[in-house]
């Protein structure tokens, strides 16, 4: 399938793939890995698990340091969510482009491999590097597998390394990582009649709940970044709950998943070791009452910290709404990139605010005006004789 140089027609192509996280990639994967083997790449597809895999393309020599350019490829659910249009056909109204994925982030996709097709590859003097992965929206998870499988230590990727989520083009150094941890409440089923006889796991949850909002709060104090971030501290939400089986029965289990932002810098595993120690009163009432309280650390997104005046800033910059590296509030592929030693910045088209809500969009001129900036940072970067710091 030959490279579309349109991004329009590109992106369009890659809204039709409906890369909902909990479904295979395998077509998106097929589409893009075709793309950079037509256009001369040393192509790889390396599966994490059944439908789930990550691109990796790279052109130009080998062992050369030029740019590394990144994206997912995964796109959050639309059930619920009440469109105007089809989320996954591309619909255009008022110099916008509708559909789940184009600010979040199938638009740089699109951008980037339109640029490629009009770069004459075969010219460039440093290498080039393409990382597409899977499943980012549920934590980054591709870009886990990748970081901890990842072998080729004798020909590393360039350092250099442009992940392209929609930040209203402003240029990203860091942002807070993000975590989930799964604290489940066992009590005892009992008719509802007779309650003593039971043990009821969401009274155990709603201690748990306490406890978790007593933390959140200690954990504003301390403050970090906060020229960069709107929340200078360690975010925590519990974003789900689940509980009972029926109105006439004491509950015997309520299951929460509570996510947390480390913001850069702290380490991750204290901050689960804050979420243990904050339950031991709540977890020895429980077992007093024949229950009890079980965690599991179900996964770990990095932070993000890059330091100021990198060669890729400076390309950037001319293409920035300014001059400053800021921080995305938001967490990346770049937490796991970085565990690779690449050297991260955020930079994208298309708006934060307007991804994961119905009626996604893009402005067509910032796509195309994106197409510009990739031909733009790729010539500065892997074809002049020296990439300007």
Not at 32 to 53: C, H, I, N, Y
Not at 100 to 119: E, N, P, Q, V, W
Request: aromatic share 4%; charged share 20%; proline share 6%.
């Amino acid at each position: 399938m030959k490279t579309e140089s349109d991004p329009v027609l590109l992106l369009e192509r890659l809204l039709s793939y409906p890369t909902v996280s909990s479904r295979p990639v395998d077509a998106i994967v097929a589409d893009l890995a075709q793309g950079a083997a037509d256009l001369g790449g040393r192509v790889q597809v390396l599966e994490s698990s059944p439908g789930k895999s990550n691109v990796v393309a790279r052109f130009g020599p080998e062992g050369t340091n030029g740019l590394t350019i990144s994206g997912h490829m995964d796109v959050v659910p639309t059930d619920g969510q009440d469109w105007t249009s089809d989320p996954f056909k591309l619909s255009r109204r008022d110099g916008r482009l509708y559909g789940r994925g184009s600010a979040d982030m199938k638009g740089f996709l699109a951008a980037t491999m339109a640029a490629l097709s009009r770069i004459s590859l075969r010219d460039i003097k440093r290498e080039l590097a393409l990382v597409w992965t899977h499943d980012e929206e549920v934590g980054c998870v591709g870009s886990g597998v990748l970081a901890k499988r990842w072998q080729d230590r004798d020909h590393a990727l360039p350092s250099q390394t442009w992940i392209g989520e929609p930040t209203d083009a402003r240029i990203c150094r860091m942002h807070p990582g993000h975590c989930t941890m799964e604290i489940r409440a066992v009590g005892r089923a009992a008719h509802s009649s007779r309650p003593s006889l039971g043990v009821n796991a969401i009274s155990i949850t709603q201690r748990v709940l306490a406890e978790l909002e007593g933390l959140a709060d200690s954990w504003r104090e301390h403050k970090q970044y906060e020229d960069h971030l709107e929340a200078p501290y360690t975010v925590m939400n519990v974003g789900m709950i689940q509980g009972g089986s029926a109105i006439n029965i004491v509950p015997e289990i309520c299951t929460l998943q509570v996510g947390f932002r480390p913001l850069p810098g702290l380490d991750a595993s204290a901050l689960f070791d804050d979420i243990e120690d904050c339950l031991v009163r709540v977890r020895q009432h429980a077992r007093f009452l024949g229950g009890d309280v079980q965690t599991r650390r179900v996964q770990t997104g990095p932070a993000l910290l890059t330091p100021e005046g990198t060669p890729l800033q400076a390309a950037l910059c001319p293409h920035a709404a300014s001059a400053e590296a800021t921080a995305a509030p938001f967490a990346t592929d770049g937490g796991n990139l970085q565990e690779m030693g690449l050297s991260c910045l955020v930079f994208g088209p298309g708006s934060i605010d307007v991804a994961h809500r119905p009626d996604e969009y893009i402005d067509e001129a910032e796509l195309r005006g994106c197409v510009d900036t990739v031909q733009t940072v790729v010539h500065q970067m892997c074809m002049e004789a020296e990439a300007k710091a």
